[in-house]
């Protein structure tokens, strides 16, 4: 939802309980003056509890409402809060993403346990803010999470095979430990592509078919594939102690301050 229609949804919300507010009371008041010049005190008292007792559950829904729109705000905030998160990690983990693949290459196995993705936030609270949410949000953070729970579930076969391959390395099959390396770089950077698209349109994120966020997604996915292969190619000519180095100045040149090699 955009900032204007949640403007449009707080203003309708204090809009009704003010009104259901002022129609009870303006009710409450024209039933006083009636009942006081008939002198009928009964009816007089039974009005003025029942009146109370509308207008306290009036005020209480309306409070309601607000306070329930207010939760769901907080939590859509806190969504596209986790999903900056996420891109941050994935941009600090992709140098590790390349080193592992180029690594593959010269089967020599590198593998990083923290390389592994939590969505805290969507995974407790998604239920409880998605009928907030248009069709392409819903659609968009799904499919953002069937990606991380991919790549989590690889990780967790890597570890398996960096196990065996430890166990027994002159016999083991590289290809399949390239094959997963190749992987997990794809839905690495897939996944980057999904959530930067997400968080420039946070109002129609989702990749729809035909549309340019279809087209857009194929190109950067023929474009990756293609990288991929260079930097396998690349890495059957690079010397291994290249692959392994961690810090790389040119990913820095943008910074004024400077540090000592």
Same mark, same amino acid.
């Given at each position: 939802m955009d900032i204007f229609g949640e403007r449009r949804t707080y203003r309708n919300i204090v809009g009704l309980t003010r009104l259901a507010d002022f129609a009870?009371?303006?009710?409450?008041?024209?039933?006083?003056?009636?009942? %006081?010049?008939?002198?009928?005190?009964?009816?007089?008292?039974?009005?003025?509890?029942?009146?109370?007792?509308?207008?306290?559950?009036?005020?209480?829904?309306?409070?309601?409402?607000? *306070?329930?729109?207010?939760?769901?705000?907080?939590?859509?905030?806190?969504?596209?809060?986790?999903?900056?998160?996420?891109?941050?990690?994935? *941009?600090?983990?992709?140098?590790?993403?390349?080193?592992?693949?180029?690594?593959?290459?010269?089967?020599?196995?590198?593998?990083? %346990?923290?390389?592994?993705?939590?969505?805290?936030?969507?995974?407790?609270?998604?239920?409880?803010?998605?009928?907030?949410?248009?069709?392409?949000?819903?659609?968009?953070?799904?499919?953002? *999470?069937q990606m991380l729970k991919a790549s989590n579930r690889l990780h967790e076969q890597q570890a398996i095979c960096a196990e065996k391959i430890a166990r027994q390395s002159s016999s083991y099959d590289w290809g399949w430990w390239r094959k997963m390396a190749r992987f997990q770089y794809l839905i690495f950077n897939e996944v980057s592509f999904l959530i930067n698209h997400h968080l420039t349109n946070p109002d129609s994120p989702?990749?729809?078919?035909?549309?340019?966020?279809?087209? *857009?997604y194929l190109k950067h996915e023929q474009w990756l594939r293609d990288e991929i292969e260079k930097i396998v190619e690349g890495a059957k000519t690079i010397d291994p102690r290249l692959a392994t180095i961690t810090y790389d100045p040119d990913m820095f040149t943008n910074l004024d301050d400077e540090i000592p090699d």
């Amino acid at each position: 939802m955009d900032i204007f229609g949640e403007r449009r949804t707080y203003r309708n919300i204090v809009g009704l309980t003010r009104l259901a507010d002022f129609a009870t009371g303006r009710a409450f008041l024209i039933w006083s003056v009636r009942m %006081e010049t008939s002198g009928d005190s009964t009816w007089f008292k039974v009005l003025v509890v029942f009146l109370a007792a509308l207008l306290g559950w009036l005020a209480g829904q309306g409070g309601k409402l607000l *306070d329930e729109w207010r939760e769901r705000r907080r939590l859509r905030k806190q969504l596209l809060e986790e999903l900056s998160h996420i891109q941050n990690t994935l *941009d600090m983990a992709h140098q590790t993403m390349l080193r592992i693949l180029q690594l593959s290459v010269m089967k020599i196995v590198e593998y990083d %346990e923290s390389q592994r993705f939590s969505n805290p936030i969507f995974d407790n609270f998604y239920p409880n803010v998605c009928s907030s949410l248009n069709k392409s949000q819903r659609a968009s953070y799904e499919k953002i *999470d069937q990606m991380l729970k991919a790549s989590n579930r690889l990780h967790e076969q890597q570890a398996i095979c960096a196990e065996k391959i430890a166990r027994q390395s002159s016999s083991y099959d590289w290809g399949w430990w390239r094959k997963m390396a190749r992987f997990q770089y794809l839905i690495f950077n897939e996944v980057s592509f999904l959530i930067n698209h997400h968080l420039t349109n946070p109002d129609s994120p989702a990749i729809v078919f035909g549309e340019r966020s279809h087209r *857009d997604y194929l190109k950067h996915e023929q474009w990756l594939r293609d990288e991929i292969e260079k930097i396998v190619e690349g890495a059957k000519t690079i010397d291994p102690r290249l692959a392994t180095i961690t810090y790389d100045p040119d990913m820095f040149t943008n910074l004024d301050d400077e540090i000592p090699d």
